[in-house]
């Protein structure tokens, strides 16, 4: 007799293994991104003596001692005050700086507007480790070794074309008629910018904050070259400098690890309805 | 309100000539219609009389004072886009409170003038909204606002009902007349739709290729047109053009049929060339019983309500005829057709200047 295949069953099937496959993709992908923090959460948990042995997996006893030791044994108070500092201030620098620049470049007629965004482009091509040097005789000249500003001068020469062409695409997806209307309603160009385009832009605005606010959070090869004390010295660098000569004490850098992570995850929850908001007004023509 | 004049104002872009030599004069409360097809410089030449964009030269006079040199807010102009641009970040009540918050009006007159101008379009009920939650006509009413708030001296609208339908537009159309009757400022209207400059203007200015073809009343651009140009920009259905040849006191039609001129018609056939473009609106054409000039073809039978058109082939020409809506004529028929000798317009075959018959006219 010959076997009947109900359609519907095949279906489900069909559909069944179309569900069975993105779900395993998903779990891969979430895996590669998401365990290594997992694990790293785990050491900052773990007391010193399971650190290097395994199992267990999990702490038997988990501890904030990592943490503790962080903040008693190294200026790590100072040097997250530092991380905080010159990232807020980079990213204030850029915006201030970045913002008119994208507006004159997206909506007033500039001579060789095309010429000015592909060197701004090229700026932010070169990799740091080309310009490092050059910008650390810079920065000893003017005598700013060891302070918060020969960081901010060294990451802006990213984070400053990055916000320049993330806020030059938003403006330029605005309508011309929206300037006009602002200059016939008694707007000079700055407070056009001010009270029309970035509230228009603050979806993109909040993309390009955040952009500039991660880079310079994480920016690493700068504040080594450029840092010697704790003046001044990033999370990022001191975290590589924890090991010592004769011990890599994991915990307290996974401690630490965690300690400068949290803060981006909360604020990329916070702003992640904007990020996409602005991702997708920033490609989308609306 | 003031009387604007321009002063052979032109504006190159790059290699081109947007606005080239444009004088023109705009008397005071009146109604002005840029009328032309895209490209023709019309948008350009407000935008320079908003002072939004200057001039590459000439001047332009607001009540015979210069204003060439000055910002829109100084010259106290208002400007409603194609596009309306309305912040959408600010609620209607803000929008409209703009232009004043920045020309320093205190806050209490603010309110007072939001709510005038809000009763005079009907918009109160929705001054809280943002612009994105209103309908294309709310937000052209909003638009309209912003730019009446200020009492301005100019009053500039760029093709303000074309993102509307066609229902909302005659809407839109009236209510726009009915304002400006109201407020009487100088207003200077864009648009490439001839039927609402017909119908909204005291003057239309017809452009093309950065000049002013023609300036003069709605019914001047109608019955007498400038050129070709003008006579084929206005008027629905177009304008029937035809290549005639004239052989002694005959007219030939394309295709080789002969029309006499009749002995009434015989002076106003002395002055044209021997080749010229006839110009018959669809209007002075009639279907006749007898003694038509020629015979065609019915191809296609509109029908208006009160009026048709009627699509007729002949040998090598095509003809509109409109007349009040008659059942008896069929597709495929063939009729005898005839003009009204009192309503032929004529055009130089080159330059399409109109050659006014019965005098000496023309290039």
């Known amino acids: 007799m010959e076997r009947q295949v109900n359609p519907q069953w095949s279906q489900w099937i069909g559909y069944s293994i179309r569900m ?13 991104c998401l365990l290594p923090v997992l694990w790293q959460l785990v050491t900052a948990l773990k007391p010193t ?36 500092g010159v990232a807020l201030l980079t990213t204030l620098v850029c915006l201030v700086l970045g913002t008119p620049a994208a507006f004159a470049l997206a909506k007033l007629r500039v001579p060789g507007q095309r010429l000015i965004l592909l060197s701004i482009l090229a700026v932010s091509m070169f990799p740091p480790i080309a310009i490092v040097g050059s910008l650390f005789l810079l920065i000893r000249l003017l005598h700013l ?34 300037l006009r209307a602002a200059r016939v309603d008694g707007c000079t160009t700055l407070q056009a910018l001010l009270y029309v385009f970035l509230p228009v832009v603050a979806p993109g605005l909040t993309t390009a904050v955040l952009l500039t606010f991660v880079f310079t959070w994480n920016e690493f090869l700068f504040a080594l070259t450029f840092t010697a004390t704790d003046a001044a010295r990033t999370v990022p660098v001191e975290i590589a400098l924890f090991p010592g000569l004769h011990e890599v004490p994991w915990g307290e850098m996974a401690a630490a690890a965690m300690l400068v992570t949290v803060p981006l995850l909360i604020l990329m929850l916070v702003a992640q309805r904007h990020i996409v908001a602005g991702l997708t007004a920033g490609a989308v023509k609306g | 309100m003031a009387r604007v004049q321009l002063r052979g104002v032109t504006k190159d872009y790059d290699r081109t000539k947007a606005v080239d030599d444009l004088t023109l004069d705009i008397a005071e409360g009146e109604f002005l219609t840029l009328l032309g097809g895209s490209g023709c410089g019309k948008s350009t030449t407000l935008h320079l009389i908003a002072g939004l964009e200057p001039p590459s030269a000439g001047h332009i006079l607001f009540d015979d004072v210069d204003v060439t040199s000055l910002s829109p807010r100084e010259r106290n102009v208002a400007v409603v886009f194609q596009s309306y641009a309305l912040y959408p970040h600010k609620t209607v009540a803000e929008n409209l409170a703009f232009p004043l918050r920045m020309g320093r009006v205190a806050t209490a007159d603010i309110q ?8 005079l379009l009907q918009i109160e009920a929705l001054l809280e909204r943002k612009p ?27 093709e303000p009902l074309s993102n509307l339908d066609a229902r909302l537009r005659v809407a839109l159309r009236q209510e726009l007349k009915t304002l400006h009757q109201t407020v009487r400022t100088t207003l200077v209207y864009v648009t490439h739709d001839q039927e609402e400059a017909m119908v909204l203007s005291d003057r239309i200015a017809v452009m093309h290729a950065g000049k002013i073809v023609q300036c003069a009343s709605p019914r001047v651009i109608y019955t007498a047109p400038a050129s070709r140009t003008v006579a084929e920009l206005v008027g629905s259905p177009p304008i029937n053009i035809l290549d005639i040849t004239i052989d002694g006191m005959t007219l030939v039609l394309p295709g080789g049929t002969r029309v006499k001129v009749p002995a009434a018609h015989r002076a106003w056939l002395a002055p044209l060339p021997p080749h010229f473009h006839l110009g018959i609106r669809p209007e002075h054409l009639f279907l006749t019983a007898e003694s038509g000039l020629a015979c065609a073809t019915v191809r296609q039978v509109e029908h208006l309500g009160k009026d048709m058109h009627i699509i007729l082939d002949a040998e090598l020409y095509t003809l509109t005829v409109r007349k009040e809506a008659d059942e008896s004529i069929q597709q495929g028929e063939t009729v005898s057709w005839n003009w009204d000798w009192a309503h032929l317009l004529c055009f130089d075959q080159e330059y399409g200047t109109r050659l006014v018959p019965g005098t000496s006219e023309g290039p």
């Open chain 1, 20 to 32: 069975l496959l993105f779900v395993t993709g998903l779990g891969l992908v979430l895996s590669f």
């Open chain 1, 49 to 84: 003596a399971e650190l290097v042995t395994l199992p267990p997996l999990l702490p038997t006893v988990p501890t904030l001692d990592h943490f503790r030791s962080v903040f008693m044994d190294r200026p790590f108070a100072r040097i997250l005050f530092n991380s905080t």
């Open chain 1, 145 to 178: 070794r060891d302070t918060w500003w020969a960081l901010i001068l060294a990451d802006a020469t990213f984070a400053l074309p990055l916000t320049i062409w993330v806020m030059t695409s938003f403006l330029r997806d605005i309508p011309d008629d929206l």
């Open chain 2, 112 to 119: 007072a003038r939001v709510h005038e101008i809000a009763r």
């Open chain 2, 132 to 158: 994105r939650q209103l309908s294309g006509g709310q937000q052209q009413r909003v638009a309209l606002g912003r730019a009446l708030i200020r009492r301005p001296r100019v009053f500039l609208l760029d």
